[in-house]
């Protein structure tokens, strides 16, 4: 740029000016507004979403699937197709730092390169063009990041698709812009024709996209939610040993510790001698000279770090005198006369509270799991009578009341024993589970509020 | 009285020349994009504020970072607001800031006589992202851990530096105490030091030149 084209740009600014504007009130006055704006949106977005809760960090969690924040998901997009590019793509620091490198900066120099003294879009189709692929790539990139490059079944047509979108597609358009950068019209056209087959190719994509299994990411955020959470983490894991309530001091039935003695863990002896810290290392790393398993992902078990935080504060608000335990929700809740109860509602809980610490894959159980709704219904040794819609005589609800079932060949041996072995339920838990299985098992809330008697909500007048 | 006050002060610092030299000046015609370069400053000045009343209960250790943001969200009076402002802010910052580089690039405002304008824009731009970054991990929950884990992964990927990037990121091999302090610091001290500097400069060259005109036919 010579002295000339400076002296005619600073004119043309001077004229610019006298038809223009003050910048106090008019141009200030804009931006205000804008600002404004900009704050309602801001305090909508923090009331009506908010921050979602997530658990916490937990370095062991290696099957944790990593995900960047969401303005860097493009570029993992790109890196994601640029690995299946054959040869280069195996070149890693090419697509991690040699293009987005370049690409930072050809566009910090872009006063330098772009030298033209015109600012007319008219007369800057080329960096227009380049720019405008650039956005609608990483917009695209952006939105396909959820989108696997091979599906359930094997095939990698999504993932080809993608790298047509992410990568032929602009590259292409990149060449052909440059050999032609002469002719203005070949180059609006191929920008449009590029920036319409990538918008097609990505909407195939995701239309075609697998739907996204809701994950479930429920955290405990608040206290009498984490003690819940530590409560029925206790029930799975911890009860077979040391009790529901965490009093026993002589185990029963556990295999190899039968008669194990042992400090119960409600008293003042454990709770006020050991720390949080030292608790969650306890139960992470366990006790294996004297028979507590780890159960800590780090030592091989299957809790988290947040899960056993969960447990000890569990065991804090519950057995530690000196804390108090903030009002907790009942398991489930209340049946009224003639409700009955779902799956959904009433029985999880309780079944994941009093029966899943032995009926999941790995124990003693007769093959019963009851972790889903499906399991309960068809799984166990005695799958045919277990659970039989409507009938009182289903095992399920002789064991539960007490009566063990009798083996039919040799009457005075137990087939089933009483459920669970140690401890009776309450009465409120046996009625829930009768009036479940005497309606015939409903699912969701809706199925049951279908086969309640009494509408489950009063009219108020 | 209030007439006193403002000669007195204006004696002393010179206000008229203020009004006259920084409110009183022409500009060409603006539209709705000029505002957004002035959009992304509101939002960092908010981030500012609503981010110094999250480290009044912040505590940035692995072992107290969750624990504490909980404690934001659920014990301290408004602290969700105030957080999902600052959660909100960073996304909406890092959008702004993007739109309004887009908006220069396309005006092609860039070009003389404001090209050192750009070259402090870019600085802007990286450093906007790096908050982004460093404060992504502060929460210290599974997302940002994991997150932060691939991000210093892939600046690791350097040809003959990364190792040593890498190690510089997080403190040692792996992330620890020692990375969620050094983000910390860096998302509280560093870079918004830096930030501010260069809004500082941005809005003097601002001035300096005035903002662009919308480029016209024999532009
Ligand atoms: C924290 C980030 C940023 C802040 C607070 C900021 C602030 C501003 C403000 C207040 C203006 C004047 C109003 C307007 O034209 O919108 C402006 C103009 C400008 N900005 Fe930024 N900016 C930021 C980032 C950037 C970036 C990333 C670039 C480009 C790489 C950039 C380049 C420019 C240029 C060249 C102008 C002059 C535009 C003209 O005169 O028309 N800025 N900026």
Redesign the interface.
């Known amino acids: 740029m010579n002295d000339e084209n400076k002296k005619q740009i600073n004119e043309r600014y001077e004229k610019q000016l006298e038809k223009g504007e003050r910048f106090w009130p008019d141009t200030i006055f804009k931006d205000l507004v804008m600002s404004f704006g900009i704050f309602i949106l801001l305090l909508l977005l923090a009331t009506f979403i908010g921050v979602p809760g997530e658990p916490k960090a937990d370095p062991s969690d290696t099957s944790y699937i990593p995900r960047p924040e969401w303005y860097f998901l493009f570029l993992f997009k790109f890196l994601a197709l640029y690995g299946q590019l054959p040869v280069i793509g195996k070149i890693e620091w090419l697509a991690t730092v040699l293009i987005p490198g370049i690409a930072i900066a050809v566009l910090t120099l872009m006063p330098f390169i772009e030298k033209s003294p015109y600012r007319h879009y008219s007369k800057r189709i080329l960096p227009i063009s380049i720019m405008s692929i650039m956005v609608v790539g990483i917009v695209l990139l952006t939105l396909m990041s959820d989108v696997p490059t091979v599906s359930k079944d094997g095939s990698s047509l999504l993932g080809t698709l993608q790298t047509i979108a992410g990568i032929f597609i602009p590259l292409t358009a990149y060449i052909l812009l440059f050999v032609f950068k002469k002719n203005t019209r070949f180059m609006l056209w191929t920008t449009s024709l590029a920036a319409l087959s990538m918008i097609l190719v990505s909407g195939t994509v995701l239309a075609l996209a697998p739907e996204k299994e809701a994950e479930e990411t429920e955290v405990a955020t608040t206290l009498p939610d984490q003690i819940v959470a530590g409560q029925d983490l206790y029930s799975i894991h911890c009860t077979e040993c040391h009790g529901d309530d965490g009093a026993v001091a002589v185990i029963t039935g556990v295999e190899g510790l039968e008669g194990e003695k042992i400090t119960p863990i409600n008293s003042r002896d454990v709770l006020y001698t050991v720390t949080d810290s030292a608790m969650s290392e306890v139960i992470g790393y366990g006790r294996p000279n004297a028979g507590m398993p780890p159960f800590g992902k780090t030592y091989g078990g299957e809790l988290t770090k947040g899960e056993i935080d969960y447990i000890v504060i569990f065991m804090r608000y519950m057995w530690d005198d000196r804390f108090e335990a903030p009002e907790i929700k009942p398991l489930f809740p209340p049946l009224a006369d003639g409700e009955v109860p779902s799956y959904d509602v009433h029985i999880q809980p309780i079944v994941k509270r009093y029966c899943i610490s032995c009926h999941r894959a790995g124990k003693d159980n007769n093959n019963y799991l009851m972790t889903t709704y499906e399991e309960i219904l068809t799984t166990g040794d005695q799958v045919s009578n277990n659970v039989i819609a409507g009938d009182e005589n289903s095992y399920l609800l002789q064991v539960i009341q007490e009566h063990a079932i009798m083996n039919p060949e040799k009457p005075e041996e137990e087939l089933i024993g009483v459920m669970p072995p140690t401890k009776a339920l309450k009465p409120d838990v046996i009625d829930v589970f009768i009036r479940w299985i005497m309606n015939g098992m409903p699912q969701t809330a809706e199925e049951a509020a279908a086969l309640s008697t009494t509408p489950t909500t009063t009219p108020t007048p | 009285m209030w007439k006193t006050v403002y000669n007195w002060l204006d004696e002393r610092i010179g206000l008229n020349d203020l009004y006259t030299n920084?409110?009183?000046?022409?500009?060409?015609?603006?539209s709705?994009w000029?505002?957004?370069g002035?959009?992304s400053m509101?939002?960092f000045i908010?981030q500012g504020l609503t981010g110094i009343f999250l480290t009044v209960y912040y505590t940035p250790s692995?072992?107290h970072a969750?624990d504490s943001i909980?404690y934001i969200?659920?014990g301290v009076a408004f602290g969700?607001?105030i957080?999902?402002?600052h959660?909100?802010?960073a996304?909406?910052m890092?959008?702004?800031v993007f739109i309004h580089m887009?908006r220069v690039?396309?005006?092609?405002?860039?070009?003389?006589?404001?090209?050192l304008t750009?070259?402090i824009g870019?600085g802007l731009f990286?450093t906007t992202?790096g908050m982004?970054?460093t404060g992504?991990l502060l929460?210290?929950?599974?997302?940002?851990?994991?997150?932060t884990?691939?991000?210093t992964q892939?600046a690791g990927?350097?040809?003959f530096l990364?190792e040593f990037i890498l190690k510089a990121l997080r403190g040692g091999p792996?992330?620890s105490a020692l990375t969620l302090q050094r983000f910390f610091s860096a998302h509280i001290w560093i870079i918004p030091a830096i930030l501010a500097a260069l809004i500082g400069i941005h809005l003097f060259l601002i001035i300096k030149h005035?903002?662009?005109?919308w480029?016209?036919?024999?532009?």
């Open positions: 920084i409110l009183d000046r022409p500009e060409p015609k603006t709705w000029n505002t957004l002035s959009a509101f939002l908010f692995p072992d969750y909980n969200m659920e969700w607001l957080r999902g402002i959660h909100w802010g996304t909406l890092v959008i702004l887009l690039f396309y005006t092609a405002s860039f070009k003389y006589p404001r090209e750009w070259l870019i990286l992202l982004g970054f992504y929460p210290w929950n599974q997302k940002s851990f994991w997150a884990t691939v991000g892939i990927t350097v040809p990364g792996d992330l005035g903002e662009s005109h480029p016209q036919k024999e532009d």
